[in-house]
Structures are given as C-alpha cells and as structure tokens.
C-alpha cells in the first residue's frame, strides 16, 4: 500500500457523484481528531501526554505502567471538572482549519449529507457558517436515540458529546458503555450511505468493534488513512467489504479533503474568490427593517450597492492584475509560475511554494512510475525555488527526499551524496525538524546499505537519534531506525546492533500497537 494518488481521488469524486446524482443517496463522513490536528486540537497521544504530566501522582497511583500512555485510562483518573478545564483552553483557541472549510464546501455542494465526528470541538460547523451554510447539529452524548428517522438530511452528529455540552465521552468506561447506543445511528448510515472514513484510525475506540460488526458492505466504504499502510483492525475492517470497499493511505486530513473538494469543483469556495459575491448572497434572504407596526422598508440598498461596486472593482483588477493566491488555492502551480514575478517581495513568497508543489508532484509521480526523467525535472523545481527564496527549508528537504529516490532508483552514489547535502542545509535553516532528521537519516541508510559503508550506517543512527528527541513519539521514527540497526548488523555480524534494533521495534510498536510493518 502507497500514498494515494491523483487517480484515487479521480475515483473517488467520481462515486461522490454517482451517490449524488444517480441514487440520490449522498455520502456520510466519519471523521476522528486527524480532521481537527491542524486547527490546533491536539491527539489523544499529545493529551496524554499532558495528563501524564499535569496528573503524574495520580496516573502513577492508580494506573499500571502499561496503561500510563492509553488515553482512555488516563482520562478515567481526571473528574469531569479537570477534563474540561484539560480541553478549554484548545477548544476556545481553536482555528478553523482547511480541512473542515473543504468538508462544509462537499457539504454545501450536496457531495456529503451526514457527518459523524468524534471530535468535541465546533471547527466544522463554525465552518459551515462560514460558507453560510447551517446544517442541523445532534449530541449523541446528551441525547442518545435508536431513533434515526428525524435526522437531518444534512447534519452534524457529535458521537462523543461537544466540548460545551451536558456530557462528552472520554474513558473507556464511558465509551464501552456509550457504543451500544451508538449502534442504530452507525447501522443507519452503514446501510443506507456510501462512507467515507477519515482522520479516524480505527485501532483502540470502543465504537470500532461495533462499526467493524454493523459493515457487510451493501453499500461503498472508503478508509483515508494518514498511515500509507492501514492497521490490522482496518485491514479486517475493509475485508468485509469485498471491492466495495478500500484503504487510502497517506492522508492527510487538510490536503486530502482539499484535493477531493477541486476534483468536485466545489473548492475554493465562493467567499475566498469573491467575497463580496458572497457577501451579497448571505444578505439576500435578510428581511426589510421594521420602522413601526406592520411597516418595513429596505434598509440594505446602500450596502447593497457598495458591495456590488467592489465586486466589479475586485473583477476589473483580476483582469489586469491576475490574482496568484486564488491560483494557488485552485492548485494552478504552473499559473503562479508563468504570472509571478520573483522580483516582487509580494509574489515571491507564493512562486517558491508553486515550484516546490509542482516539484512535489514530479517526485511523487516519478515515485509511483519508477520514471527517472520526472526525478531530474523535480530537481529544477526545487532548485528554482531556493534561488528565489534561498532560507526556505522545506524546498530542500523535499529537495533532498527526490534526490534519495533518484539514488535508490538507479543505484546512484552520487545523488546520496546530494542529498546529504540538502538535508544538511535544511537542518541549518530549521534546526528542529523531526522530518529532515529522519529523512536524513533514511538517506544515509539507504547509502550504507548501496555501499556497504559502516559509518553511514552509524551517522545515519545518530540522526534518528536526533529526530526522536525532537519527537519522542514518533513510531515511524523507530522503525526506520530499527531497520538501519538491523542493516548494520547484517553489515557487521555485530549481535550487539540487532539487539539495538529489536528495542526500536518495540517501541514503534508500543507507540502504534496495530501497524504490520
């Protein structure tokens, strides 16, 4: 399994659709913290985390040591007051972020009917409202029903309670309990919506067993995970479904929404390209203003018109002036390129990043079709970037990533070296990028195992003990250091390395119990 592709999204927009226009049966989300990471609502890890700190005498006292990282467990040991005053802070700060502006667009398109969140937070209808668009919003935790019948069509349904309601759902106690009640709604939307899954990993929620039981695949289910290779759990999951159903890996939440919301030509939405269109229309329904009993007048004509004057000014200076940051929202990175004058402070910004996207889909192409002309074109892209913003660290650790899989498709030495050097200068810009040490890393691995050099080998170790104290809970982190341990000792017949390698492993698979590799 691969990170999904532009072709996985071509199809998937093609079955939204489909249920859209031919059954008349649009798709439902299911969508978990993933969704909400980027609008600054932390993991369960990173919560845990928290607790273990702000909690440790109570989370020792009361918890063995192998429940001290389930989030569950470590929510039990909180009274309700201190897990609300835990969350508040991250719920009153929260952004609206990208993916749920690209779930409100789906919805406002007529793509998605019903969303299932596991998600205390309001992101996503403070992103509808955005649009102007209001669905019906329904607490499963202060309200739990086997009725589904009076459900919107269109709805938000919070599963686990909402950060200011009556109840919300955070042991394990309390979520065991809550899936049974949970059922109807889950068997509702199994058998009457295609689905889409998303941000949601499936591994360790009371409500898994119970969607896993409910699923015979009558209808379409899509899994977008941001692991390219999906868990035991949901691998059995998708089973059930037969071709009905499949794994995307790779998704992140914001990128993958966004890139589905263009393929249904429902993103941007009307607000970020014309504004005062939009203005425009969310007025248009506003009732004349009283002026005594039974006697209105329309008090909205001045605004009216002022909006409709800048709009014509906003159409008039698109004409001339093309606008690069609408560009870059509809992903028209060749646009930007051919529109953008590096020599202009304003523009340089966005023509770097058209360069390094259009360099990120010249290497992922190049990955996926083993092509090494896409690599060598990649390259220019990067390079093209740096010379227009020479401090811009994530040009060169892509940079670095293309060079490492031109390096391991044609066995080239050389371009290891390259891509030493690329990550060496993204270090120096940021220092503290779990990413770059990592990827640094697996450059440096790969080049060992090519050469069968030792020291590489042993930098590329030091390096992911670099980005693991950077983040200390990274598993894929572990596993790739694991597998350089592993290839040294092959190297070297040292038994002392594979032992060093099995404590990687284990605790990869402490931090993601359910990940094969």
């Known amino acids: 399994m691969a990170k999904y592709t532009k072709h996985d999204i071509g199809r998937l927009a093609n079955g939204l659709r489909r249920a859209k226009d031919d059954s008349e049966k649009p798709f439902a989300l299911l969508i978990g913290a993933g969704c909400s ?40 040991c909180l009274s309700k007051d201190e897990r609300r005053k835990l969350l508040k802070p991250y719920l009153d700060n929260a952004k609206i972020n990208w993916a749920h502006i690209a779930i409100a667009s789906l919805m406002r398109a007529g793509f998605v009917s019903r969303v299932l969140t596991f998600n205390f937070d309001s992101v996503l209808a403070r992103a509808c409202g955005l649009l102007g668009l209001y669905p019906a919003t329904y607490d499963f935790a202060a309200a739990p029903t086997a009725a589904t019948g009076y459900i919107a069509e269109q709805a938000i349904i919070h599963l686990h309670g909402q950060g200011f309601g009556m109840a919300m759902m955070n042991t394990d106690g309390e979520t065991r309990l809550h899936a049974q009640n949970l059922k109807p709604l889950l068997l509702d939307v199994l058998e009457n919506s295609p689905l889409l899954v998303i941000g949601y990993s499936g591994s360790s929620d009371a409500v898994f067993p119970v969607l896993k039981d409910q699923f015979n695949g009558s209808q379409r289910l899509i899994w977008a995970g941001y692991s390219e290779t999906e868990n035991d759990s949901v691998a059995a999951f998708i089973k059930r479904g037969g071709n009905t159903a499949e794994y995307l890996g790779g ?55 002022r909006l409709q004057s800048a709009q014509k000014q906003d159409q008039q200076q698109q004409q001339t002036s093309p606008d690069l940051e609408s560009m870059m929202r509809k992903a028209q990175w060749n646009e ?18 058209a360069y390094v996207m259009q360099g990120n889909e010249l290497t992922d192409l190049a990955e996926l079709t083993g092509n090494q002309q896409r690599f060598e074109e990649s390259l220019e892209k990067y390079a093209k970037a740096v010379e227009i913003k020479p401090e811009m660290h994530e040009a060169f650790n892509n940079w670095g990533i293309a060079l490492s899989g031109l390096a391991e498709l044609t066995g080239d030495q050389q371009r290891f070296e390259e891509s030493l050097e690329k990550y060496a200068k993204a270090v120096e810009i940021k220092p503290h990028d779990h990413e770059i040490f990592n990827n640094w890393g697996n450059a440096l691995a790969g080049l060992a195992r090519l050469t069968g050099d030792q020291q590489r080998f042993e930098e590329s170790l030091e390096k992911y003990a670099k ?10 982190i572990f596993n790739n250091w694991g597998a350089a341990l592993s290839g040294l000792a092959r190297l070297t017949g040292d038994q002392q390395r594979f032992e060093e390698s099995l404590e990687k492993y284990a605790k990869a698979v402490e931090i993601k119990p359910h990940d094969h590799e």
């Not at 980005?467 to 894929?476: G, L, Q, T």
């Open 37 to 76: 990471k980027s609008a600054n609502i932390p993991l369960a890890s990173e919560l845990v985390t928290e607790i273990t700190q702000g909690y440790k005498h109570e989370i020792e006292h009361r918890l063995d040591s192998d429940k001290w990282t389930d989030y569950g467990a470590c929510m039990s």
């Open 467 to 476: 980005a693991v104290e950077i983040k200390p809970h990274d598993h894929e």
């Open 336 to 353: 930007v390129v051919l529109n953008g004058d590096p020599a202009n402070s304003d523009q340089a910004d966005l023509l770097a990043w």
């Open 251 to 305: 998704a992140d939440a914001d990128l993958f929404l966004i890139d589905l919301a263009r393929e249904l030509g429902c993103f941007p939405p009307k607000l970020f390209d014309d504004p005062h269109g939009h203005l425009l229309d969310e007025i248009a329904p506003v009732a004349d203003f009283p002026m005594v009993s039974d006697q209105t007048t329309d008090l909205l004509v001045g605004l009216r018109n």
